[in-house]
């Protein structure tokens, strides 16, 4: 081998690690998965069979008995959230379901909060005393009553293994929901923990698209 080929070749390899340096330094680092991020029990949306029906349960406010169609009345997209006022999962979403509410309310858009497992006096205080954005019922007060709750049901249903479940959410097309008896719907699309803001914005602003009129509730 001729002399300048050599030192040639000797320059090469000695640039290489230099080379690779720079490219790592200019490589982004890939983001987290949301899913693993410590604190956070995050899940994707999922379209599920869930056999969801129809309740009547008592309002925060008053404790009076409200009906989930009639919350559902003229909305185009609903989300019911169940949680548990002391959990820290919920305290994480909480503002994101606020967020969210607030940017979709006027097109079209319900939050409904289904307290678990925790007093009328513990949601209250979570809300502090403006209280919350969104309408809020109480399906259950105490945690021995978690296996009674059709909160747990739904669970089982879509295979949210978590042992108290909190958040899970759940969204309703009125226009897909049946018209009256107990079922509104067998298929929807759900989150067995904490939404992923930017997939359920995305999710939302696409089911309230300008153009798209406020439809009766449950109409087949």
């Given at each position: 081998m001729n002399k300048p080929r050599t030192i040639a070749l000797l320059l090469f390899t000695a640039l290489?690690?230099?080379?690779?340096h720079a490219q790592a330094q200019n490589t982004?680092?890939?983001s987290p998965s949301p899913q693993a991020q410590p604190g956070h029990e995050y899940s994707p949306l999922q379209e599920k069979t869930v056999n969801y029906k129809n309740w009547t349960l008592n309002d925060l406010s008053d404790n009076k008995p409200v009906e989930l169609r009639s919350l559902m009345q003229g909305k185009k997209l609903v989300m019911v959230v169940y949680f548990a006022p002391w959990c820290p999962n919920w305290r994480?979403?909480?503002?994101?379901?606020?967020?969210?509410y607030q940017k979709y309310k006027d097109q079209g858009f319900q939050v409904i909060g289904v307290s678990e497992y925790g007093s009328r006096d513990d949601v209250k205080n979570y809300f502090a005393p403006a209280g919350p954005p969104y309408p809020v019922v109480s399906e259950s007060e105490a945690r021995d009553a978690r296996d009674k709750?059709?909160?747990?049901?739904y669970r089982q249903l879509?295979?949210?293994g978590r042992k108290w479940?909190?958040?899970w959410n759940i969204f309703l097309d009125p226009s897909a929901c049946t018209k009256d008896g107990d079922v509104l719907t067998e298929k929807a699309w759900i989150v067995n923990g904490e939404l992923i803001e930017a997939d359920v914005d995305k999710?939302?602003?696409e089911h309230?698209?300008?153009g798209t009129a406020a439809i009766e509730p449950c109409k087949n």
């Open positions: 290489l690690p230099i080379a690779a982004p680092t890939p994480n979403e909480g503002p994101v379901a606020a967020r969210l709750t059709a909160h747990y049901g879509t295979g949210d479940g909190s958040p999710f939302i602003g309230l698209k300008p």
